[in-house]
């Protein structure tokens, strides 16, 4: 085999890498749209509307030992929405607004909470006994 030969055997291997590169691109190409079309049809949209109830996702749980303490907190009311998924939420038992993400919402199927009904707190720990 001559060196005429050996150099355009060589460019052949060359072009067929070059063209399982390109063929490899275009299969990862095509699986990343496929995943990304099946993940989007699994989002769940959430829309709130005014006056809804919602249960508002503790962030800082992990803080706080327990595994069976509960993720949500609430309810609360929606008192404003503001675009990009912005909501305003109420307490019932408070006066003050808190904003807030709508991902960290979702909502409350419970019973309706008056806004004058005063909530009734239990401690699930001994109260301190002092003695005199």
Do not use: C
């Amino acid at each position: 085999m001559g060196i005429k030969d050996a150099g355009t055997e060589r460019k052949l291997q060359l072009q067929e890498l070059e063209n399982l590169r390109l063929e490899a691109y275009e299969n990862s190409k095509i699986y990343k749209e496929k995943m990304k079309a099946v993940h989007d049809q699994n989002i769940k949209k959430r829309e709130f509307q005014l006056e809804d109830f919602v249960l508002l996702y503790k962030s800082r749980l992990r803080l706080m030992p327990g595994k069976l303490r509960s993720k949500w907190e609430g309810p609360y009311r929606i008192e404003k929405a503001e675009p990009y998924g912005v909501y305003h939420l109420s307490h019932p038992s408070s006066s003050e607004l808190i904003k807030v993400n709508g991902h960290r919402l979702k909502l409350y199927y419970g019973e309706k909470v008056q806004k004058s009904k005063e909530l009734e707190i239990f401690r699930l720990e001994d109260p301190h006994v002092t003695t005199d």
